[in-house]
């Protein structure tokens, strides 16, 4: 997918909204289990619910791992589902990814070919020979780390590297990265605050945004410093949509939670025009 | 398995080596590719050649993901065979993986309980609550990213944070996590001269050291400022050893290959007595 497509989407369906699909069988209703693949069936029931809502899925790909080759299947049959129904929605494989040149590679082949994902997760530690692998796939997009929305992002992403702060570097430096235009970044809602310097290093690209709602990000501090001429902003949320309710109505409430998350972005939209 | 179980297997083996099983079906001999699942067959043979001479294995999780299912079934055939038949061995799941806390922990779920893994690699970037809960499993290791054997290394991890590299803040900071005593570090054996500075932070921790061979690292180089009192060092070799032949005798040659790193290892261990 191309990033004009998804601008076109964002604006078509007034969302930039991202449903994250974390699956917690410990979590889904009860009547999932008793399905012959529960992980499949529970996010189809949260795709149908919310597909004309938001504008991006974003499986985590550690809660597929953890259930082993049947969640391997699961993410297959997730992954293909949201391919051949909703062509239109930008999917994200949440892996944080990164490794040396030729291993990159595989990974990148993983995701953008076995899998058919528009775009991955990757992690910056091991530097630029890491990245381009996933960067050289055309029409593909990879959304690298920068400022993450958990208390261990205080650890090394804040420290002051040569008078600027790590984080800042990680975007600064990627920058000249070849095929740079396919990169994105995740910022994290609860450091919204942080948005108006991060945009003064990388006004244009788009950021994948997690941590409002269950985490205590807040949507309309993120917009009033993040967002751009073409939005570029993708704001993800798991456990406040597909964990609203356990009941048999889950799938209803998600749709629901969707609804008013897109509602908000509708407003936010609608000021920008 | 304990560290002491390990050390134990080092001088019983008289070796610290590490085979990296990063299987590419494109390099593996043409007669493997005939058989019903070769990556696994490839593995079984290269285990077949070298137990006795290697303490530890590692499969790089990229080179079983980019084969989608099927590359997820071989790596469980792989982890199966060696906790059989070979339970002795130190196992280690190159997957670079961290992310926030929950999520991280359904990572440590999959490879130290679903796959039976001893230990995982892991990158730092998220910092301390992404890498906890993977310390949280007991007898398990957890491997973390410090200086890793590629270019891309310069990029961030070598840069000066307050005064200091960005890679000994990262051991420094992880000694004071919890179940410290769990954590081992990667450590390129290109970068051997960086080995006394780290030494001196981590005196007793196992480095997995990478880079050998291939990559252009010197053996010799990484024991003169590596070794400590219970070794403390898996060397790794991938390439130079899984693809040193392409003929039907290639598990053969793997086997010498081994047995020559296996010598040089055995001189160094006799030289510690």
Chains 1, 2 share one sequence.
């Not at 960067?135 to 959304?143: G, N, S, V, Y």
């Not at 993450?148 to 590297?161: E, H, I, L, P, R």
């Not at 985490?215 to 704001?235: A, E, R, S």
């Not at 309710?245 to 749709?255: C, H, I």
Request: aromatic fraction near 10%; charged fraction near 25%; charge should be negative.
């Amino acid at each position: 997918m191309t990033t004009k497509q998804l601008v076109d989407q964002i604006w078509k369906k007034k969302s930039f909204l991202c449903v994250g699909l974390d699956v917690d069988l410990n979590k889904v209703p009860k009547h999932i289990l008793e399905t012959e693949d529960p992980i499949f069936e529970f996010n189809k029931k949260i795709i149908d619910a919310t597909h004309h809502l938001a504008v991006a899925y974003k499986p985590n790909i550690a809660f597929y791992e953890a259930y082993g080759l049947k969640g391997w299947k699961s993410l297959e049959k997730t992954i293909q589902y949201l391919n051949t129904n909703h062509p239109e929605v930008f999917t994200i494989a949440d892996a944080k990814r990164g490794d040396i040149g030729n291993t990159s590679s595989m990974y990148a082949k993983a995701f953008f070919e076995d899998l058919e994902f528009d775009s991955v997760t990757v992690a910056p530690y091991m530097g630029k020979d890491s990245i381009e692998p996933f960067l050289a796939f055309e029409d593909k997009h990879t959304i690298m780390l920068a400022l993450t929305s958990n208390q261990g992002a205080f650890d090394f992403q804040t420290k002051m590297v040569d008078g600027t702060e790590l984080y800042k570097q990680v975007l600064d430096t990627s920058k000249d990265w070849k095929n740079a235009d396919n990169l994105m970044y995740v910022v994290g809602a609860t450091k919204a605050e942080y948005l108006a310097d991060i945009r003064s290093i990388i006004p244009d690209s788009f950021l994948l945004v997690p941590g409002v709602g269950a985490q205590g990000g807040n949507l309309q501090d993120v917009c009033k410093y993040g967002i751009n001429d073409q939005i570029g902003l993708l704001i993800n949320s798991s456990r406040g949509i597909i964990y609203a309710s356990d009941g048999l109505d889950f799938d209803m409430v998600a749709g629901e939670k969707a609804k008013e998350l897109q509602l908000q972005m509708a407003e936010i939209l609608d000021a920008k025009k």
